[in-house]
């Protein structure tokens, strides 16, 4: 079964102070890692698609880098409008989400 | 900017009563999708649907649930006997090709409360 674990559950940064989400996935033959910004009641918003090993991709503050096993979302210099629950979904048969990293950015 | 668009924003109903939900995805994506988010927990496929058939479906998508293209625009979710274990966001999700580089678009929800 395939499955898609994110760390850590919450994170709290101060504004500027930089970090890294972690994703880690078992899922045979992946056929592409999604990143996805999810606002309290609202829908998944699209960042990034990886789909090899090595791969990167980077939007303002956001970089996301992917191996054979995970997938890191790197935040540099985070400020407060970065808050959000950052999801990880594998494209598999289906898209399988990870539980998500609750960020929050103080001020 | 053009979006996945649902209607409506909240429903509540009664246990065993049929609801639809209603979506009007993005005019040139070609696979439709439904997700459902309890509070508290994971994003969850449904289905997903492709040139008038169904393409992928879970577990969750059992007999009570079906879904049609009824025009060129809408797409929708019906629930046919509500349960209170139904009670969650339901999400709509459109995309140019299936799983391609662009990802999938997600509208606003539909928060469904059975009670």
């Known amino acids: 079964e395939d499955q898609v674990t994110q760390s850590p559950e919450a994170l709290r940064l101060q504004e500027g102070e930089s970090s890294s989400l972690n994703c880690s996935y078992t899922?045979?033959?992946?056929?592409?890692l999604f990143w996805y910004r999810q606002d309290p009641g609202k829908g998944p918003e699209f960042l990034f698609t990886?789909?090899?090993a090595g791969e990167e991709k980077e939007k303002e503050r956001l970089k996301a880098t992917l191996t054979k096993k995970e997938s890191f979302l790197h935040i540099t210099a985070p400020k407060p409008e970065d808050s959000a629950t950052y999801l990880c979904?594998?494209?598999?048969?289906?898209?399988?989400f990870g539980g998500g990293t609750r960020l929050m950015v103080k001020p | 900017e053009p979006e996945v668009t649902q209607t409506p924003s909240h429903q509540v109903t009664q246990m065993g009563q049929e609801v639809i939900l209603r979506c009007v995805p993005i005019?040139?994506?070609?696979?439709f999708y439904w997700y459902r988010q309890i509070l508290g927990q994971k994003v969850e496929f449904l289905v997903s649907f492709y040139n008038n058939e169904i393409s992928e479906k879970s577990e969750i998508f059992d007999d009570q649930f079906s879904v049609e293209r009824p025009d060129g625009s809408n797409f929708t979710l019906k629930i046919r006997s509500t349960k209170l274990e139904d009670s969650a966001m339901y999400f709509c999700?459109?995309?140019?090709?299936?799983?391609?580089?662009?990802?999938?678009?997600f509208g606003p929800g539909t928060r469904l409360t059975v009670t």
């Open positions: 999700a459109s995309s140019v090709g299936g799983q391609g580089p662009s990802g999938q678009y």
């Open positions: 979904a594998d494209a598999g048969n289906m898209l399988t």
């Open positions: 990886l789909y090899s």
């Open positions: 005019s040139n994506h070609l696979y």
């Open positions: 899922v045979s033959g992946l056929r592409g």
